[in-house]
Nanobody, 114 residues
Framework: QEQLVESGGGLVPPGGSLRLSCVAS????????MGWYRQAPGKQREFVAG???????NYIGSVKGRFTVSRDNAKNTVYLQMNSLKPEDAAVYYC????????WGQGTQVTVSS
């Protein structure tokens, strides 16, 4: 059964850092680019960053230079290193397969506040 489990969120002050992890079970990880998405209260879920199987990355403009997505194919895990966090980055963060999306995981809450 395909499952995505996110972790690593928390409460940090503005300017702080967090590293999110997403562990994927099943066989889809090896054939999919992976994406990180976020959803803030009252807003639609939005794409944040993506990474292909070979490691090519892309980001939305507001996180470029602050966030770094990476993946460990041997561990079926994708990461999101978030630096210089801003209050507007606060949201629940999710990962997802970009070719074969499955049910969303529970996400991990990121709160940025002093």
């Amino acid at each position: 059964q395909e499952q995505l489990v996110e972790s690593g969120g928390g409460l940090v002050p503005p300017g702080g850092s967090l590293r999110l992890s997403c562990v994927a079970s099943g066989r889809l990880f090896s054939i999919n680019p992976m994406g990180w998405y976020r959803q803030a209260p009252g807003k639609q879920r939005e794409f944040v960053a993506g990474i292909t199987r070979s490691g090519t990355t892309n980001y939305i403009g507001s996180v470029k230079g602050r966030f770094t997505v990476s993946r460990d194919n041997a561990k079926n895990t994708v990461y999101l290193q978030m630096n210089s966090l801003k209050p507007e980055d606060a949201a629940v963060y999710y990962c997802q397969y970009m070719y074969n999306p499955v049910s969303w995981g529970q996400g991990t809450q990121v709160t940025v506040s002093s």
